[in-house]
């Protein structure tokens, strides 16, 4: 991922969307990651794997209830495990 300050980021503006329509680029402030720059359609992309992903987890949650099993993860357990997939398949 290509980085840019985000004083380059205001002065390149130009620079920074002809990238940002390549792939997803990193603003950082103060030497530390702020924000993500990234085209619409990737946007639209990571908003309905996440959408799929969440849909699957209810999904397999709900089908464990009707048979009977209940998981010990608290919502945040479960939450941080789909994310962890998530990021290990982008990897």
């Given amino acids: 991922m ?4 985000a004083n380059d980021a205001k002065n390149r ?4 969307i002809d990238t940002a329509l390549q ?3 990193s603003i950082t402030k103060h030497n530390r990651r702020s ?3 990234m085209s619409e359609s990737q946007y639209q992309n990571l ?9 699957e987890a209810v ?5 464990q209830l009707d048979r009977g099993e ?3 993860l608290t919502a945040d357990e479960i939450a941080e495990e789909v ?3 998530y990021l290990a398949e982008k990897s």
Wanted: hydrophobic share 40%.
């Fill in 47 to 55: 908003t309905h794997t996440k959408h799929e992903e969440l849909k």
């Fill in 59 to 63: 999904t397999a949650g709900f089908d």
């Fill in 70 to 72: 209940v998981s010990k």
């Fill in 23 to 25: 792939e997803p680029v």
């Fill in 35 to 37: 924000v993500v720059v």
């Fill in 2 to 5: 290509i980085t840019f300050s």
């Fill in 83 to 85: 994310l962890q997939e």
């Fill in 13 to 16: 503006f130009g620079e920074l």
